[in-house]
């Protein structure tokens, strides 16, 4: 989950100093539903994309079957206004960034490096860092602190 805030806020972050005072997330229409997103927390709210700036993120998802090996994870950004603009996908020193096709072995990889790395601390017990992904609730415990 990290991974996807990241790259959501990476991508607005194209402007010095942006303030994002809504959050909405789901599924598409007609998609299947295989997670529910228990609850998320974002502080500050709204949210100021500048560098420095610090983000708290706490998120639980409970799977609610499988995530197959070679997933892949569909993220549309859209700014909503009198007229909905579509942040695309971009590509930035070899990062895709925004509403973009990610493979999901490749945001768990990037999930699982650095200094905030989620895996092993947001996977239940036994859950490698790859796919498949198996039932189970992901998130919780301890607030996520970026740095951006």
Excluded: W
Aim: glycine share 8%.
């Amino acid at each position: 989950m990290k991974a996807f805030f990241a790259l959501a806020c990476v991508a607005l972050a194209s402007a010095r100093n942006i303030k994002i005072d809504q959050l909405e997330y789901g599924f598409c229409d007609g998609s299947a539903e295989p997670a529910s997103l228990d609850m998320i927390s974002v502080e500050p709210f709204p949210i100021v994309i500048a560098t420095g700036e610090t983000i708290t993120l706490s998120v639980q998802l409970t799977l609610n079957e499988p995530v197959p090996e070679g997933a892949q994870v569909s993220l549309k950004i859209k700014k909503e206004g009198l007229i909905d603009i579509p942040l695309p996908c971009l590509e930035i020193e070899g990062l895709h960034i925004g509403s973009c096709d990610y493979d999901a072995d490749t945001l768990l990889a990037e999930a699982e490096a650095g200094d905030h790395a989620i895996c092993p601390t947001y996977f239940p017990e036994g859950q490698e860092c790859k796919t498949p992904l198996n039932p189970g609730v992901y998130g919780a415990g301890d607030p996520l602190v970026l740095t951006l």
